[in-house]
């Protein structure tokens, strides 16, 4: 049985470090002895040393003493803004913040359910197969720990990443995959009231393009969005210089390859129109993800479900996680719901049951994974 008390608490304890994206350092120290006290062999890989961060991911391992599929759990240690000096509030069931801040449930709560489910193999002496756990960090904004993990490490062939904002049950099957579209648009300053004409506005370029551009939902598998517009000092001049920051999401990546072609079409037919340049730096952030229903990695996960009498379901998601990344080196990799809700924003909250059922969900699907 998992022991609430303790998970409530070290959940608590997990949201009060500071471990903002790229600021892992404190939580990753906190964490490291945390799995070496549970007789897990840790490795730090060089992940931070690559995108400029305090730590890179801790990778660790627990052998088995059993035979079966090698798995692995994956969660991420950041937090995103405002997420510091977080003071957590027990409301009858529900743990939420002060109001001020995130509660941090994304993914603390994948976290201290991964260690309160190591405990449980230890204390009741459950057979298992042998277990890595990944806690990634910078996984908020564009999974940079996920895309320079040191894949090397890593032994599993299944992967289950407990990040996804459902309660235990849901399972993620398909994800999509994701293009960034960054334009630099060029005009041509001028004074506004005294020669205005002289001038190439690169806000009428961005207006005009984004104009032209189908955009938000396209279609049941596409998304696409126009994000953050920078540009201007002054109402007197000309805007010479605008900075566009856009994305393209789709299940289906011939869709997404159409639809950013669209977007990228529509920047350098407008600059072209009115007279001005654009400079595109156009990419793949994550490919997506399908795993079938009858598939080993589901069908098991559902029987681990059944065993705790939760009804199992998948889904797909339009949000991107380390997930992508696993999948796309070969780890058969979900997402499961751990029940962070309303999450990035000042309402995040997490049911106790749910932190219960994660741990234990977590217990149910090495069981199965584990031969008898």
């Given at each position: 049985?998992?022991n609430?008390?303790?998970?409530?608490?070290?959940?608590?304890?997990?949201?009060?470090?500071?471990?903002?994206?790229?600021?892992?350092?404190?939580?990753?120290?906190?964490?490291?002895?945390?799995?070496?006290?549970?007789?897990?062999?840790?490795?730090?890989?060089?992940?931070?040393?690559?995108?400029?961060g305090?730590?890179?991911?801790?990778?660790?391992?627990?052998?088995?003493?059993?035979?079966?599929?090698?798995?692995?759990?994956?969660?991420?240690?950041?937090?995103?803004?405002?997420?510091?000096?977080?003071?957590?509030?027990?409301?009858?069931?529900?743990?939420?913040?002060?109001?001020?801040?995130?509660?941090?449930?994304d993914?603390?709560?994948?976290?201290?359910s991964?260690?309160?489910?190591?405990?449980?193999?230890?204390?009741?002496?459950?057979?298992?197969?042998?277990?890595?756990?990944?806690?990634?960090?910078?996984?908020?904004?564009?999974?940079?720990?996920?895309?320079?993990?040191?894949?090397?490490?890593?032994?599993?062939?299944?992967?289950?990443?407990?990040?996804?904002?459902?309660?235990?049950?849901?399972?993620i099957?398909?994800?999509?995959?994701?293009?960034?579209?960054?334009?630099?648009?060029?005009?041509?300053?001028?004074?506004?009231?005294?020669?205005?004409?002289?001038?190439?506005?690169?806000?009428?370029?961005?207006?005009?393009a984004?104009?032209?551009?189908?955009?938000?939902?396209?279609d049941?598998?596409?998304?696409?969005?126009?994000?953050?517009?920078k540009?201007?000092?002054?109402?007197?001049?000309?805007?010479?210089?605008?900075?566009?920051?856009?994305e393209?999401?789709?299940?289906?990546?011939?869709?997404?390859?159409?639809?950013?072609?669209?977007?990228?079409?529509?920047?350098?037919?407008?600059?072209k129109?009115?007279?001005?340049?654009?400079?595109?730096?156009?990419?793949?952030?994550?490919?997506?993800?399908?795993?079938?229903?009858?598939?080993?990695?589901?069908?098991?996960v559902?029987?681990?479900?059944?065993?705790?009498?939760?009804?199992?379901?998948?889904?797909?998601?339009?949000?991107?996680?380390?997930?992508?990344?696993?999948?796309?080196?070969?780890?058969?990799?979900?997402?499961?719901?751990?029940?962070?809700?309303?999450?990035?924003?000042?309402?995040?909250?997490?049911?106790?049951?749910?932190?219960?059922?994660?741990?234990?969900?977590?217990v149910?699907?090495?069981?199965?994974?584990?031969?008898?």
């Amino acid at each position: 049985m998992v022991n609430q008390e303790r998970i409530v608490k070290e959940f608590v304890e997990l949201v009060q470090i500071d471990g903002l994206s790229g600021k892992e350092g404190k939580i990753s120290k906190v964490l490291q002895e945390k799995l070496k006290d549970l007789g897990l062999e840790v490795t730090i890989d060089d992940a931070g040393e690559k995108v400029g961060g305090e730590t890179g991911n801790i990778i660790a391992r627990l052998k088995g003493n059993k035979s079966g599929e090698k798995i692995l759990f994956s969660c991420h240690m950041d937090t995103v803004k405002p997420g510091e000096g977080i003071k957590p509030v027990i409301k009858e069931d529900t743990i939420y913040s002060d109001g001020t801040t995130v509660l941090g449930a994304d993914n603390r709560a994948g976290i201290a359910s991964v260690l309160e489910a190591i405990r449980l193999l230890k204390e009741n002496k459950i057979d298992h197969t042998d277990i890595e756990v990944i806690f990634s960090i910078w996984e908020e904004g564009g999974l940079f720990g996920a895309k320079n993990l040191d894949i090397d490490k890593i032994e599993a062939k299944y992967g289950f990443v407990i990040d996804s904002t459902g309660s235990p049950g849901e399972i993620i099957t398909t994800g999509p995959a994701q293009d960034k579209i960054n334009v630099k648009i060029k005009g041509e300053p001028a004074h506004a009231g005294l020669n205005p004409e002289k001038g190439v506005s690169a806000i009428m370029i961005a207006a005009k393009a984004i104009e032209n551009m189908n955009l938000l939902r396209i279609d049941e598998e596409t998304t696409a969005n126009v994000g953050v517009i920078k540009g201007g000092e002054a109402t007197n001049v000309v805007t010479p210089e605008v900075i566009v920051n856009a994305e393209a999401r789709s299940l289906n990546e011939d869709k997404l390859d159409t639809q950013t072609k669209h977007m990228v079409d529509a920047f350098i037919e407008a600059a072209k129109d009115l007279g001005g340049e654009v400079e595109l730096d156009v990419g793949r952030e994550y490919p997506s993800f399908n795993i079938e229903e009858d598939e080993e990695i589901v069908t098991k996960v559902k029987e681990a479900f059944k065993n705790m009498n939760i009804e199992a379901y998948t889904k797909a998601t339009g949000g991107g996680s380390d997930t992508n990344i696993l999948n796309s080196h070969g780890i058969k990799s979900v997402n499961l719901g751990m029940g962070a809700q309303k999450p990035h924003t000042l309402g995040e909250h997490i049911k106790i049951k749910d932190l219960r059922d994660n741990a234990q969900m977590i217990v149910e699907i090495i069981k199965i994974f584990t031969e008898a």
